[in-house]
């Protein structure tokens, strides 16, 4: 009986407790959340010590340096992408399995932030021994991309490109075993203006890419209130 | 509680029987459309509308309707080159599926294709599917 009523009381107060943890949820501002919303950074950081003694550095991951040639024959670096925030995937022109329909998610993407030059598109292709740029340009038209600048389709020696998908965090690899002869996961990376990862989601399932489509106006916006600190 | 009467055990037994028979049936049906949704939906689109330039459509297409005859050894060997489709160029080679379907299950995603999405295609046999794999020397007779 005792241990009933403890038991009991337990459960009242964590039903408090839960309700005093819920309840501002319930009650706060909706645009003053939406204005204070951050996207989390993703991937190893690192706590560096300042020399001064001073509070330590937190250093989140962030994208190498790349040099990459898009569909146009151009050749695009990181500085290519300074001061935007980009979405990136990998494919190739050939893939049977997931590309179409991955693409066909991140088309969703362009199509909604294409009036938008501060969000721009990287697609690499994991297979450069076949799609040289003709390949890609072709690619692109046929998947109604006019300008190149927007939305870039890159290649690259095979180990940049497969160094650069473990840095987006992109599973890619060589398997013959699997159609097209690559194996790779669908994921769209989101990048910001400093080259951290600020989400990672899979192209393949359209509540995925949802959350992606939420997300850039919330980068978009950190971006915007950073640009304007900086001024 | 009551005792059951004779009818109910009956009527259960019945309905028991019923559930199970239905099973046999149910095994199945379907079957074209769950094959388009693992073979095919990826490329040409969860409605058939294919991609762009880049992946033909299925949904009223012209191809599908023109090519009755050449469609079963098109799912079982691929195609390659150019194809135009409702008067747009696609050129996407197109692979042979990738586990082995049989003659029946041809057939059925064959007339899944013909009778969705608007299509209103003639539906196929399996001795007409059978008589075209023939053709391009790749009936397995199931």
């Given at each position: 009986m005792t241990f009933f009523r403890f038991r009991q009381a337990l459960?009242?107060?964590?039903?408090?407790?839960?309700?005093?943890?819920?309840?501002?949820?319930?009650?706060?501002?909706?645009?003053?959340?939406?204005?204070?919303?951050?996207?989390?950074?993703?991937?190893?950081?690192?706590?560096?010590?300042?020399?001064?003694?001073?509070?330590?550095?937190t250093v989140y991951a962030t994208i190498p340096a790349f040099r990459l040639t898009n569909q146009d024959g151009k050749v695009i670096t990181n500085q290519?992408?300074?001061?935007?925030?980009?979405?990136?995937?990998?494919?190739?022109?050939?893939c049977p399995s997931i590309c179409p329909k991955m693409q066909s998610e991140l088309l969703r993407v362009y199509d909604k932030f294409k009036g938008d030059p501060r969000v721009l598109f990287l697609s690499h292709t994991?297979?450069?021994?076949?799609?040289?740029?003709?390949?890609?340009?072709?690619?692109?038209?046929?998947?109604?991309?006019?300008?190149?600048?927007r939305w870039h389709f890159a290649t690259a020696p095979h180990d940049t490109i497969f160094a650069l998908a473990r840095a987006y965090m992109t599973a890619a690899q060589v398997d013959k075993g699997v159609a097209g002869g690559f194996a790779h996961s669908g994921a769209f990376a989101l990048i910001d203006p400093q080259r951290r990862i600020r989400g990672v989601y899979d192209g393949m399932n359209p509540?995925?890419?949802?959350?992606?489509?939420?997300?850039?106006?919330?980068?978009?916006?950190?971006?915007?209130?950073?640009?304007?600190?900086?001024k | 509680m009551r005792r059951r009467g004779p009818l109910t055990l009956v009527l259960t037994g019945l309905l028991g029987a019923a559930l199970g028979l239905a099973g046999c049936f149910t095994e199945r049906q379907h079957e074209g459309e769950k094959i388009y949704a693992t073979h095919c939906a990826n490329c040409h689109g969860a409605q058939g509308e294919g991609l762009k330039r880049l992946i033909p459509p299925l949904a009223k297409s012209d191809?599908?309707?023109?090519?009755?005859t050449g469609l079963a050894c098109l799912i079982r060997k691929g195609i390659k080159g150019p194809l135009v489709v409702n008067d747009v160029e696609f050129n996407q080679a197109m692979p042979a599926a990738d586990s082995h379907l049989t003659d029946s299950q041809i057939t059925n995603l064959l007339n899944f294709v013909q009778t969705s999405w608007?299509?209103?295609?003639?539906?196929?046999?399996?001795r007409e599917v059978s008589a075209?794999?023939?053709?391009?020397?790749?009936s397995d007779g199931q």
């Open positions: 459960t009242i107060s964590l039903l408090a407790l839960g309700s005093t943890l819920l309840l501002p949820g319930c009650s706060a501002d909706k645009n003053n959340a939406a204005a204070t919303e951050r996207l989390p950074f993703i991937g190893e950081r690192e706590v560096r010590p300042r020399a001064d003694g001073g509070p330590a550095d290519t992408f300074a001061g935007k925030v980009y979405v990136t995937d990998f494919f190739f022109a050939t994991i297979d450069p021994a076949h799609d040289s740029i003709p390949v890609l340009r072709d690619y692109a038209q046929r998947l109604g991309i006019a300008d190149a600048a509540l995925e890419v949802q959350r992606l489509l939420d997300d850039l106006p919330v980068l978009l916006r950190e971006v915007e209130q950073e640009q304007k600190a900086a | 191809y599908v309707a023109k090519n009755r608007g299509n209103q295609g003639e539906v196929f046999t399996i075209q794999l023939q053709g391009c020397g790749a």
